[in-house]
């Protein structure tokens, strides 16, 4: 099964600002990489798949670049919506498909 | 407009069994494979079962093997997850979602029904 890493845990950033955030896989997932937002008490909502392609109705502030076992997903110009949590998820070799902890992106 | 409602959710005894439903609409169920992920309370995403668009086809995870059975019926677009010899650690927001391509990632998600196991 292949692990998915995501760091940090939590990032602080300020409301406009650029946020990273980065995804290791224990081993290559090729593009097969795809990033979730979770708001709290919602169901998560795909954001990225094929590690660089927005899903629909996603803005043009997502998105996500690497392929093989590191990833980033950036976010510019911070809105007050985009604070949340985000999964990744590999599924290159499925079942199963894999998530990565989660990352916190919370406001400085 | 795609919709995935679940329901059945409930407390139960350890040991004890459940099924839940999730109703599809807003798209060409029986085309699409559909899956289970849950969420124990305040923790991380779990890949739990698949079941492809006909049925033909499925899969758990380790964790629930032998004890919970995906199935569907797609005469009523309906995904179904029945759930036996529930443990504790199976306590969690269960999600049915929706595959676009039969890839392994998830284009929608239902709101989730949660399922607290518990004496």
């Known amino acids: 099964e292949i692990v998915m890493t995501q760091s940090p845990a939590t990032l602080s950033v300020s409301p406009g600002e650029r946020a990273t955030l980065s995804c290791r896989a224990s081993q290559s997932v090729s593009s097969n990489l795809a990033w979730y937002q979770q708001k709290p008490g919602q169901a998560p909502r795909l954001l990225i798949y094929?590690?660089?392609t927005r899903a629909t109705g996603i803005p043009a502030r997502f998105s996500g670049s690497g392929s093989g076992t590191e990833f980033t997903l950036t976010i510019i110009s911070l809105q007050s919506e985009d604070f949340a949590v985000y999964y990744c998820q590999q599924y290159n070799n499925w079942p199963p498909v894999t998530f990565g902890q989660g990352t916190k992106l919370e406001i400085k | 407009e795609v919709q995935l409602v679940e329901s059945g959710g409930d407390l139960v005894q350890p040991g004890g069994s459940l099924r839940l439903s999730c109703s599809a609409s807003?798209?060409?169920?029986?085309?699409?494979?559909m899956h289970w992920v849950r969420q124990a309370p305040g923790k991380g995403l779990e890949y739990v079962s698949v079941i492809s668009s006909n049925g033909g086809s499925t899969y758990y995870a380790d964790s629930v093997k032998g004890r919970f059975t995906v199935s569907r019926d797609n005469s009523e677009n309906t995904l179904y997850l029945q759930m036996s010899g529930l443990r504790a650690e199976d306590t969690a927001v269960y999600y049915c979602?929706?595959?676009?391509?039969?890839?392994?990632?998830?284009?929608?998600w239902g709101h989730g029904t949660l399922v607290t196991v518990s004496s």
């Open positions: 094929g590690a660089s």
């Open positions: 979602v929706k595959d676009p391509n039969f890839r392994g990632y998830f284009d929608y």
């Open positions: 807003g798209f060409t169920f029986s085309n699409y494979g």
